[in-house]
């Protein structure tokens, strides 16, 4: 008999529900939704049920607070570790990430008398773009810059971007020959000019490469 519930009353009575009872869900002074109960029996809810089915829902809405507030902070910790680990420019690891990996492969290179190499690249450009055009060109051409490297490499090769203008490769399994291949290929592509904006930019790169076990 409830008017707010008019438009629903005949499809109430379609499905045969007679009675129903509808309880809001409240977080502090928030509503977050509604639980809501059919019956087919008319008046099927009395005083001691409502009390009951009230209790449900304050119990219902805590829990759905607690999930809600449990999975902003898994949120907030995935996102504190990825703005730890990664370049948020490029989306690579950054030197944190980097120094985390090439202690383990140090580790595990030694332990099973294996060869590492680590690939320092350098744009030695960078800075003239970014005067002559702004950061926001330069920042650009750095995205362009890592996705470009990531794409020449095989999955097993690690790609970040460290501070600046520099990137580096670690290269697991990497004997002298191997890595000055890897390093001449992503020099070769990277002379290849960059579409920033309206602009095709060029770059001048140097490749710093350093052997374990050789290098120390």
Avoid: M
Wanted: aromatic share 6%; proline share 3%.
């Amino acid at each position: 008999t409830d008017t707010g519930f008019a438009p629903w009353r005949e499809e109430a009575r379609r499905y045969g529900y007679a009675s129903g009872a509808a309880f809001p869900l409240r977080v502090g002074e928030e509503t977050i939704g509604a639980l809501a109960i059919a019956a087919r029996e008319p008046d099927a809810f009395g005083t001691e049920e409502l009390e009951l089915l009230g209790e449900a829902a304050e119990d219902l809405a805590f829990g759905i607070a607690t999930l809600r507030t449990r999975a902003q902070g898994d949120r907030a910790r995935a996102t504190i570790q990825r703005l730890a680990h990664y370049d948020q420019l490029t989306g690579l690891p950054n030197h944190v990430q980097l120094e985390e990996r090439l202690r383990r492969a140090l580790w595990n290179a030694d332990t099973n008398a294996q060869s590492l190499a680590l690939v320092v690249l350098d744009i030695n450009r960078l800075r003239e773009i970014n005067d002559a055009l702004g950061f926001h060109h330069g920042d650009l051409l750095l995205k362009d810059i890592g996705a470009r490297i990531r794409g020449l490499v095989t999955e097993d090769i690690s790609v970040a971007r460290l501070r600046g203008d520099e990137f580096a490769l670690l290269v697991p399994a990497g004997d002298a020959e191997r890595v000055t291949r890897i390093a001449c290929q992503v020099l070769s592509a990277l002379r290849e000019p960059f579409a920033v904006g309206n602009l095709n930019l060029t770059v001048e790169v140097s490749a710093g490469i350093s052997l374990f076990p050789q290098h120390g």
